[in-house]
């Protein structure tokens, strides 16, 4: 059974700092790409960040380049997101997901996401 | 401001059937068969029901299906059971940089 299991989310002051972590299991974590969601209160939601199996490509939403980085640990079966700089429009619940999508020899386009983890809430507030 | 356009709620009797519909442009629902949507129960994980405009999951009932118009996607649930009362998201790859949009979301009653 695949099983995405976010953690790491909690109330953080304005300019701050907060790591998200999510632990996989029961897929191959190190062949899939992985992706980050998320969702603010009352709000649709928006998709934040993708990274390839191997960490070696990356994609950002606009509203999160330079501030937020996705990385991977595959030897953990683990994602991460590093969010830094952190502004009250970061407050949301923050999904990892697995991505799919079409892939050549050269590129890959991920455009949906097949299992996701319950999600866990970051709060940016003073 | 979502990318996608939803409308915000929708409602159906047990049995019969309802569209939700998801509204874009030629860069992302119109550009591309690359539409999904997404059944999120509050709580819980939220559930792939439909990708590639019209594709099932394994496991997700043949009672959801999609399909998709120019720039306007649509999902539809036919014999609605109270267990589909719930929010549903449509998303569209949107070009460069990976790029995927989601719909604002709307909330599906059964009455």
């Known amino acids: 059974e695949v099983q995405l299991v976010e953690s790491g989310g909690g109330l953080v002051q304005p300019g701050g700092s907060l790591r998200l972590s999510c632990v996989a299991s029961?897929?191959?974590?190190?062949?899939?790409?992985m992706t980050w969601v998320r969702q603010a209160p009352g709000k649709g939601l928006e998709w934040v960040a993708n990274i390839k199996q191997d960490g070696s490509e990356k994609y950002y939403v606009d509203s999160v380049k330079g501030r937020f980085t996705s990385s991977k640990d595959n030897a953990k079966n683990s994602l991460y997101l590093q969010m830094n700089s952190l502004r009250a429009e970061d407050t949301a619940v923050y999904y990892c997901?697995?991505?799919?999508?079409?892939?050549?020899?050269?590129?890959?386009?991920?455009?949906?996401?097949?299992?996701w983890g319950q999600g866990t809430l970051v709060t940016v507030s003073s | 401001q979502s990318a996608l356009t939803q409308p915000p709620s929708a409602s159906g009797s047990p049995g019969q059937s309802v569209t939700i519909s998801c509204t874009g442009t030629s860069s992302d629902v119109g550009g591309y068969n690359f539409v999904s949507w997404y059944q999120l129960h509050p709580g819980k994980a939220p559930k792939l029901i439909i990708y590639e405009v019209s594709k099932r999951p394994s496991g997700v009932p043949d009672r959801f299906s999609g399909s998709k118009s120019g720039n306007t996607a649509s999902l539809t649930v036919s014999g609605l059971q109270a267990e589909d009362e719930t929010d549903y998201y449509c998303s569209s790859y949107a070009g460069s940089n990976n790029l995927v949009v989601f719909g604002g979301g709307t909330k599906l009653t059964v009455l």
């Open positions: 029961g897929f191959g974590f190190s062949t899939y790409w």
């Open positions: 997901a697995r991505g799919r999508g079409y892939c050549t020899s050269t590129t890959c386009q991920i455009y949906y996401f097949d299992y």
